[in-house]
């Protein structure tokens, strides 16, 4: 595993290195101080991984990652509290206290690992994540954090029933809850597990689990209703493909 150490405090940077030898897998193939230079660093070495501080001269952390087409996996390194919803906010692996410890460094390197061998096929096992695709594909089990205006939550996949088009953003059903997430259809239905999550229109994901009744529609289609509600309606072309999926 390639790491990129990005962090303008060289006594931090030089603690990372000297805990990183207890892990043979991994490699450091760069520092960084500050923003401007990790996007070179990324660009040239292609990490697996960052290693990356919030407050640097310039720009922080959470900015960097805002600039990058593709990033690396990323876990967090920082003397603040504060910034850990936001780091979960971008699907940061994980979020260490300065100075970190050993244990944690450990756990968090793990996660990393589970999602490398994720991401890559046997054959691009060696490809790093950046060139193959930012985000790991996601599990129902999987919990991912959610954040509208001022309310945030952590939702486990499996409790989301719906997934609905809403203007730019994608509006998600879970609980008594319709948030909006700044993500298309699209680039959840890449990552969503296609065994659970289902299309079944252009503007509607529904979650398989969540079926509480199928009745015949009109034009050959279906009508669905989940629990709880509410009910949707499978286009034509998906109607086919659900008859086959269920083998109706």
């Known amino acids: 595993m ?11 940077r030089t603690e990372l290195r000297h805990l990183l030898q207890a892990f043979p897998d991994v490699t450091v193939v760069g520092e960084a101080r500050h923003a401007d230079e990790a996007r070179t660093q990324i660009q ?3 990490p697996d991984l960052l290693l990356l501080d919030v407050q640097m001269p310039g720009q922080t952390g959470f900015e960097l990652l805002a600039t990058l087409e593709a990033a690396p996996h990323v876990i967090f390194t920082t003397a603040y509290d504060e910034y850990a919803l936001q780091a979960f906010a971008v699907n940061a692996l994980d979020y ?4 970190v410890q050993e244990s944690r460094l450990a756990a968090a390197l793990a996660k990393a690992r589970a999602q490398l061998a994720k991401a890559a096929p046997a054959e691009t096992a060696h490809a790093s994540p950046a060139e193959e695709a930012p985000l790991a594909p996601l599990t129902a089990q999987d919990q991912v954090f959610v954040k509208d205006g001022e309310r945030c939550w952590f939702v486990k996949l499996a409790d989301i029933k719906l997934f609905e088009i809403n203007g730019s953003y994608t509006r998600i059903h879970f609980d008594q809850h319709r948030p909006l997430i700044p993500r298309t259809l699209q680039q959840l239905e890449a990552r969503l597990d296609p065994k659970v999550f289902f299309r079944v229109n252009r503007q509607q994901i529904i979650n398989l689990k969540w079926i509480a009744g199928i009745e015949p529609w009109f034009s050959n289609t279906l ?15 998906q109607s086919v493909r659900f008859r086959e999926l269920l083998s109706l």
């Open 2 to 12: 390639n790491v990129l150490l990005v962090d303008d405090s060289r006594l931090a």
């Open 44 to 46: 040239a070495l292609r």
């Open 96 to 99: 260490l206290l300065k100075p």
């Open 223 to 237: 009508k669905l209703t989940l629990r709880d509600g509410p009910e949707v309606e499978v286009s034509r072309q």
